[in-house]
């Protein structure tokens, strides 16, 4: 039986250089990159790196 767990991720592009970050809210986790689908990645690399013998998805919200 496959666990899953969602996490919900804020999504924002920064004003300063124009790059995209994914952070995390539940576990204050970040990913930056050029693209939205780069720093979603990014993010989503680091929480199955910590949320071994999981299954994550990560729920995109544009604002709070």
Do not use: H, Q, W
């Not at 949320?51 to 998805?57: D, I, N, P, Q």
């Amino acid at each position: 039986m496959d666990k899953t767990v969602e996490y919900p991720a804020l999504i924002y592009k920064t004003r300063t250089n124009n790059t995209f970050v994914a952070n995390c809210i539940m576990l204050n986790l970040i990913g930056f990159g050029k693209t939205e689908k780069e720093a979603i990645s990014k993010l989503y690399k680091s929480l199955s790196e910590i949320k071994k013998g999981y299954s994550v998805t990560i729920k995109p919200l544009y604002s709070i």
